[in-house]
């Protein structure tokens, strides 16, 4: 294959490198990590993302007041919140931001790429937040601009990213994804901070 001239001599970029589906088709992908089961080293992985997301976020939430401690003890508001976020966030955004946009790692596809739809990935995760609250869920605008919520979602779709290439499966994102929201909603101030 053909490469585009190194740009400054610090990478080469190949044409793969642009290309939306290097070597899987998008119903492929799909059905490559939905169909693919996490194995324990991805569980454990996966927690160690999660603690490190932890380490990092409880910190900075509360030193800067966005994260306070406030527990919901609502049985059917939790019952609710753990089912929606099941599907939205969780699954839809998963589906659309790590499946749809980043090569599974049955493509093979090289570091550049990676990297490439990793970026392009997060920038447009971040964005979607603001985005959504101007468009579709004004009683977010507040939160989504915040940018304490912003420096917190690009980590999150960090970890997810990282969670997807390692383990090719959707469904360590999507729990990953899943457990933060609804902790933050249900026991850190989320709910309250939305619905405000």
């Keep these: 294959m053909s490469n585009v ?35 324990t080293k991805a569980w454990l992985y996966s ?3 999660v603690l490190i997301y932890t380490l990092i976020s409880l910190p900075i939430g509360f030193k800067f007041g966005f994260l306070k401690l406030d527990v919901e003890t609502s049985w059917e508001m939790i019952i609710g919140v753990m089912a929606r976020c099941l599907l939205s966030p969780a699954i839809s955004e998963e589906l659309f931001f790590r499946i749809l946009l980043l090569p599974h790692p049955t493509e093979k596809a090289t570091p550049t790429t990676l990297w490439l739809w990793g970026g392009i990935s997060l920038a447009m995760f971040i964005i979607y937040h603001p985005l959504n609250a101007v468009t579709f869920y004004p009683d977010g605008l507040r939160t989504f601009f915040n940018p304490v919520f912003l420096f917190l979602a690009a980590l999150l779709g960090v970890i997810c990213t990282l969670a997807y ?12 994804h899943w457990l933060i929201v609804v902790v933050w909603l249900l026991l850190l101030g989320g709910y309250k901070t939305l619905n405000s």
Excluded: K, N
Excluded at 165 to 176: H, T, Y
């Design 5 to 39: 001239p190194a740009i400054a001599g610090l990478f080469e970029l190949s044409v793969d490198a642009i290309a939306l589906t290097p070597s899987l088709g998008i119903v492929s992908r799909l059905i490559t990590a939905a169909s693919t089961t996490p194995d």
């Design 47 to 49: 927690a160690a993302l």
């Design 165 to 176: 290439f390692q383990s090719g499966s959707l469904w360590m994102p999507v729990a990953i």
